[in-house]
C-alpha cells in the first residue's frame, strides 16, 4: 500500500523560509514521479513542482521559481520542498503526490496523480 506522509508546514512571516518533507512508502515502481501541489481556500488544487526519480528533471510552476527547491533526500524514500522568500500568496494546503505513470506534459496537473499524501498547512502572515 502506497503511503505519504507530509510533515514541516507551519506559520511564517513573508520573507521567511519553511522546509516541507513528504516521505513515501510502499511504492514498489523504479521509476516514478513526486510532485508537490497546493491548494488555497476557495481555489483549485495547483501544481508546484514534480520531479522525476528516473533522471531527477524537475518542473516548477512559474510563481515559485527561484524561491522553491525540490530535492530527494540520500535515502530516496523522502522529498523536499524548501520554500524560501515566502510571500502571503503562498498560503495553502501542500500536498505531496506520486505517480509511475506521468508524463513531463502532465507533472503539474493533479488528475495525473493517484497516489496522495494527507497535506500540511503552510500560513504565510505579511
Known amino acids: 500500500q502506497v503511503q505519504l506522509v507530509e510533515s514541516g508546514g507551519g506559520s511564517v512571516q513573508a520573507g521567511g523560509s519553511l522546509r516541507l518533507s513528504c516521505t513515501v512508502s510502499?511504492?514498489?515502481?523504479?521509476?516514478?514521479?513526486l510532485a508537490w501541489f497546493r491548494q488555497a481556500p476557495g481555489k483549485e488544487r495547483e501544481g508546484v513542482t514534480a520531479?522525476?526519480?528516473?533522471?531527477?528533471?524537475?518542473f516548477y510552476a512559474d510563481s515559485v521559481k527561484g524561491r522553491f527547491t525540490v530535492s530527494r533526500g540520500s535515502t530516496k524514500n523522502i522529498m523536499y520542498l524548501q520554500m524560501d522568500d515566502l510571500r502571503p500568496e503562498d498560503t495553502a494546503i501542500y500536498y505531496c503526490?506520486?505517480?509511475?505513470?506521468?508524463?513531463?506534459?502532465?507533472?503539474?496537473?493533479?488528475?495525473?496523480?493517484?497516489?496522495w499524501g494527507q497535506g500540511t498547512q503552510v500560513t504565510v502572515s505579511s
Open positions: 503526490a506520486a505517480d509511475p505513470w506521468v508524463v513531463p506534459r502532465g507533472v503539474l496537473q493533479p488528475d495525473k496523480y493517484n497516489y
Open positions: 510502499g511504492i514498489t515502481y523504479m521509476n516514478y514521479c
Open positions: 520531479m522525476f526519480t528516473s533522471n531527477s528533471r524537475t
